[in-house]
DNA sequence: TAGATTGTTAATCGATTAACAATC
DNA sequence: TAGATTGTTAATCGATTAACAATC
């Protein structure tokens, strides 16, 4: 019998994309507890969203469930992983070894999801040369060179907002292609290029559903 | 002439709500940098978003425009402002001094934003006593009646998803109302306890829309 | 068999976008 | 005056939700 379907990446919405990483933690979890097949329903409970919403969402994965019984939980963390892309390794480096920097460069979490942070960078003369959690920082000067020649692609910035624009542009033209933007600015990629997609993490956003709504 | 008109918090729908900062953040730069009015256009322009979505979403904060003209800066940041509740101070506090939780407890942009982090909390006894940014770091043996005596309502959780749902169920009997929740997993509200909103940060999910769209 | 769940197709809902009169 | 922009009302688009046949 059939574990898996075809996947296409593109037809998922965001919405549905961003709700993924929620399952998994779940899946995941009913894993460590032992638990071998588990329904979109008790799934939906434990995130408290539709049982519809969960069916469809998980649809995009490929995965082929039972019914009655509902998804095999080992099949369903290998859909999701395979999905997200997070059965590969992604190697990146996070540029600006500040305090959200170092945080980040901390984050054990990304790890097993794919994540490889192999080197900081911060123009501070002061922290070049040091480790946090094992990662050497460099100094900006070499960034473009290092980028290169690692060949990375996937950059985290977590540096000051005025120089935000500069570095994006920068990394680009070494070749990034994925830019995880923790500044408080709206990044542009340079006209002319092409291929490169940024995410911009917004701390602020969430802070203010709170607020207007609390 | 009318510089606002009478707001409705509870009609902006959560899309909005999340892209006000950032309109915040555009309308703050431009005042630094001494321009005067700014139109809906020129924001739009800055964020990569359609105009006609920018002047929807300014509506709701009360703000009055001038045709042809645009939005009085200083008038669009106090209606902002205002609408957000950033212009009254927000007492918190960070529970869990780890990686992210010092990191936040070093994020001077909260404070523009009426975040006030007044204490930290955690288990480690090596932790508890010191100071990390000038927030003293206490023991969660005081939790509940540091927030009862203190009157906090409002908690940012960077804690570990293991001793999360204990620890978010303790803030709540204490009187919160509001929780920033960083851990990976989804709290819930306990039963019979109303009034109490929990606002998720995922930085997953955003890397997830990284690795899936890139 | 009875009943719970999947997965598809259709309906609904809400957010985004378009159109355009009013305005300075 | 001409033209750009606001703000309202209407149309469109896309995501969520509902309905239900298929399945084990």
């Given at each position: 019998m059939k574990k898996f379907r075809p996947i296409d990446?593109?037809?998922?919405s965001l919405p549905t994309i961003r709700r993924l990483p929620a399952y998994l933690q779940v899946v995941r979890q009913a894993e460590a507890d032992g638990v071998v097949v588990i329904s979109g329903t008790t799934i939906a409970q434990e995130l408290e969203l539709e049982p519809i919403q969960v069916r469809k969402d998980l649809a995009v994965t490929g995965i082929i469930g039972k019914p009655r019984v509902g998804y095999v939980v080992k099949d369903l963390i290998t859909a999701l992983e395979h999905f997200l892309r997070w059965d590969v390794t992604h190697t990146a480096v996070v540029i600006g070894a500040g305090h959200l920097g170092t945080a980040l460069l901390g984050h054990t979490e990304f790890r097993k999801n794919g994540l490889n942070v192999i080197a900081a960078f911060d123009t501070d003369v002061a922290k070049v040369g040091k480790r946090f959690h094992g990662i050497e920082v460099f100094s900006t000067d070499e960034l473009s060179s290092y980028l290169t020649t690692h060949g990375v692609t996937l950059v985290i910035l977590t540096i000051p907002a005025h120089v935000a624009q500069e570095i994006c542009t920068k990394v680009i033209e070494a070749g990034v292609k994925a830019i995880w933007n923790f500044t408080s600015i709206k990044l542009k990629v340079p006209e002319?290029?092409?291929?490169v997609l940024i995410q911009k993490e917004d701390l602020s956003s969430g802070y203010a559903v709170l607020s207007v709504r609390a």
């Open positions: 990446r593109m037809s998922a002319g290029q092409t291929g």
